[in-house]
């Protein structure tokens, strides 16, 4: 019920909606569309028992509504289209008239028609019969139903004709007069039945007219909704014209073929295979790991907006992935400002239990165990968007800690003895009151110095630290120690701003989700605290997909619910299960992201932790140890291969 009313629906927003227009607040406009509005389509697709009254299905004026197929994107989102798909929805438009009637059906919807050899005896049937007729235009020859006669002298008024048609109907009178505007809207229409994608040129070549006046109506089609314009094919001539229109009917029958096309061509995988291919994605095996600072800088591309315990960023995390991990890698870019460290989410955001973390409200001082992310700066307004809830949280502070909060507000980043010079505190009591802010997710520094030496602190020595900062007098020398300068500033950090693109900021999260898994679906993102609702991430995803930017499908077998991957994850999936599983132990702590056990793989999830270690053995995860245990009692809890019940119920 929960998945129905919060995930497929939004009850609440609809709730807040709803109170908003009683209240007045929001003021209702009346627009006319060229289709029904989404929020309609539950009326007009209504069983007869959804209305209250007995009256018979075929006189409500919703059945005289037409829906038209929709399409998941906008047209110009519509740019990568299978070849195939067009060609076979082509061919399937393409007019094939059986006999006489079929082909003045044909004449009927499209006006007008070039000749064509193997309908010869058909027309001439018509001809006979006095219901179709041809005119000589400078343009070329035209077959023309005799109702029809009043589009084809409104668009070629110096033609000659083969009979009276052109100046008669069928029924002896004079031809119903039609603008030249409204001629071409109505042959457009037709013509754009019967053909795929097609060109402004073409269809102006079709009917024999100035490209002009195809413009005119095709731009009143496009009221109606009828056409979409857009690149749909990608022509091999460098001459091709660079816009193309389709009859909407047309396209989504080609939108879909496409889709469907891509996705039965990728082979499911099993959860085993998938680990493996995270562990590779993730840069964890040997072979994958990066180097350097930019390694570093790329890996924290891949995990912003994860909030990891403290402690595990350097001493679990980045070693994991970056090959002989060195703290001076990661300092230039926190002290160059590119990228900052912080708790993202608030704390309890999606986990009431942990809106007070200890009796009172008051949240404890940073620890090893404090939840924290890294992020790029650039991507940091986006982020706290989609990670922290709409409105301010009430946060119970100490008193120090507000007055830090308000001198960093007025005066924008402050060092650390700046803080304790113009709040005349003490600096152990400055920094225990930063600390509390950190935790509560409300001030960061510049450099990562700041929490190594807190860390470093609370591992040991300190009394020591406290005392040499508590020095009295004016010198302090470097009591504090060689690389307390390397912290840098602390600073507020900024506010959530309102959400005004809610479509913009989910396609961003879903860029995110993707780069940091390769392939998404809810079982992976199962330990990613997000404040925005997973119902708008697919509808992203699905915007992608359309785009041709990502692939849908079933990639992953055992799993419900729809998948989607980057085309270089579809690649590296399949490489992973070409490759010879050869006993390669993967060791991880607990508070790696990683650490899917009980969501991807088999057996009860392992706390996240960063005493807990997780080991998989060709992407199955042996039983986990506590760090330090004995060789003896990590033998008795399994750390070796994998059963072979274990690995048959995974593939």
């Not at 109170?19 to 209504?46: F, K, M, V, Y």
Request: aromatic share 6%; proline share 6%.
């Amino acid at each position: 019920m929960d998945d129905c009313l919060t995930d497929a629906m939004d009850a609440e927003g609809l709730a807040r909606l709803v109170s908003r227009i009683e209240q007045d607040d929001l003021e209702i406009l009346c627009a006319e569309t060229t289709e029904p509005s989404p929020l309609a389509h539950e009326i007009l697709n209504g069983k007869p028992f959804t209305f209250l009254d007995d009256a018979p299905l075929e006189e409500r004026r919703t059945r005289a509504v037409r829906m038209r197929r929709g399409l998941p994107v906008e047209q110009r989102d519509l740019s990568k289209l299978d070849a195939r798909a067009i060609a076979r929805v082509r061919s399937q438009a393409e007019p094939r008239p059986r006999d006489a009637e079929e082909l003045h059906d044909l004449l009927l919807a499209v006006g007008l028609w070039r000749p064509t050899a193997s309908w010869q005896h058909f027309f001439r049937a018509l001809e006979a019969a006095g219901r179709a007729f041809s005119i000589e235009a400078s343009a070329g020859s035209f077959w023309v139903a005799t109702e029809r006669s009043g589009w084809a002298r409104a668009l070629h008024p110096e033609a000659s004709g083969s009979g009276s048609g052109l100046e008669q109907s069928a029924f002896g009178h004079e031809a119903e007069p039609a603008s030249e505007d409204e001629a071409v809207a109505h042959a457009l229409r037709g013509h754009l039945e019967t053909t795929g994608p097609v060109g402004i040129a073409a269809l102006a070549a079709r009917l024999g007219v100035r490209p002009g006046l195809v413009e005119i109506g095709i731009a009143r089609l496009e009221a109606e909704g009828f056409v979409l314009r857009g690149r749909f094919e990608r022509l091999e001539a460098d001459d091709g014209p660079d816009e193309q229109v389709c009859a909407r009917r047309l396209l989504a029958r080609i939108h879909a073929d496409s889709q469907a096309r891509r996705r039965a061509a990728v082979e499911p995988a099993t959860a085993r295979d998938l680990m493996r291919f995270l562990l590779d994605w993730q840069h964890v095996t040997p072979e994958t790991r990066l180097e350097g600072p930019v390694g570093v800088a790329r890996i924290v591309e891949q995990l912003q907006g994860l909030d990891l315990a403290a402690g595990a960023w350097e001493g679990d995390v980045l070693p994991a992935r970056v090959r002989d991990y060195r703290p001076e890698w990661l300092d230039p870019h926190c002290l160059s400002g590119r990228i900052s460290w912080l708790r993202l989410a608030s704390p309890g955001a999606g986990r009431p239990e942990r809106a007070a973390e200890r009796p009172g409200g008051r949240a404890r001082g940073t620890s090893r165990s404090t939840p924290l992310s890294l992020v790029l700066r650039e991507d940091l307004g986006w982020l706290l968007q989609a990670h922290r809830g709409e409105g301010g949280e009430e946060v119970p502070l100490g008193a120090l800690a507000q007055k830090i909060e308000g001198l960093l507000g007025s005066r924008g980043a402050l060092f650390h003895d700046e803080l304790s010079a113009a709040l005349g505190a003490p600096p152990v009591e400055v920094e225990s009151a930063l600390w509390e802010l950190v935790a509560w997710g409300r001030v960061g520094a510049d450099g990562f110095q700041a929490l190594r030496a807190l860390l470093g602190a609370r591992a040991g020595g300190a009394r020591a630290r406290s005392e040499a900062r508590a020095r009295r007098g004016l010198r302090r020398g470097l009591g504090r120690g060689p690389n307390a300068g390397a912290e840098g500033r602390w600073s507020r950090v900024p506010a959530r701003e309102a959400i005004e693109d809610l479509d913009g900021l989910a396609e961003a999260l879903a860029e995110q989700l993707l780069v940091r898994w390769g392939i998404v679906f809810r079982e992976v993102v199962a330990r990613e605290s997000l404040a925005l609702p997973w119902r708008e991430i697919v509808w992203a995803l699905r915007r992608l997909e359309a785009r041709g930017q990502i692939r849908g499908g079933r990639f992953v077998s055992g799993f419900t619910g729809e998948q989607f991957a980057l085309p270089e994850a579809v690649d590296g999936l399949a490489r992973v299960r070409a490759r010879a599983r050869t006993g390669e132990r993967i060791r991880l702590c607990g508070s790696d992201p990683l650490n899917l056990v009980g969501i991807l793989t088999p057996g009860d999830r392992i706390p996240a932790v960063q005493s807990r270690e997780v080991v998989f053995v060709d992407g199955l995860c042996a039983p986990p140890i506590a760090a330090g245990a004995s060789a003896a009692s990590s033998a008795g809890c399994g750390v070796g291969a994998p059963s072979d019940e274990a690995c048959r119920s995974v593939g």
